[in-house]
Nanobody
Framework: QSQLVESGGGLVQPGGSLRLSCAAS????????IGWFRQAPGKEREKVSC????????NYADSVKGRFTISRDNAKNTVYLQMNSLKPEDTAIYYC????????????WGQGTQVTVSS
């Protein structure tokens, strides 16, 4: 069974950093683009970032450009989202998702990890 499992969420103060991980099991991650999405309470899910299967292409939402960095280690079957200079408005459940390429229909989602930015 193909699965994505997110980890690394938690409570952090404004200006702090977190690194989220998205680990794949049951399939080889290097065949998929991986996107990070987030959903805050009462809001729609939004795309945060995406990385192609090779890692040669990345994109970011305007709200996180310059603060977040997506990367992948195909040898470890894992994609990361480094989040710096966190703001309270970054508070949300963060999900990773697999697709054929960035912008394509999502094949499947992880279960999500909570990120809370608060003093």
């Amino acid at each position: 069974q193909s699965q994505l499992v997110e980890s690394g969420g938690g409570l952090v103060q404004p200006g702090g950093s977190l690194r989220l991980s998205c680990a794949a099991s049951g399939f080889t991650l290097d065949s998929s683009a991986i996107g990070w999405f987030r959903q805050a309470p009462g809001k729609e899910r939004e795309k945060v970032s995406c990385i192609s299967s090779s890692g040669g292409f990345t994109n970011y939402a305007d709200s996180v450009k310059g603060r977040f960095t997506i990367s992948r280690d195909n040898a470890k079957n894992t994609v990361y989202l480094q989040m710096n200079s966190l703001k309270p408005e970054d508070t949300a459940i963060y999900y990773c998702a697999a697709a054929f390429r960035c912008g394509a229909l999502i094949d499947f989602w992880g279960q999500g990890t909570q990120v809370t930015v608060s003093s």
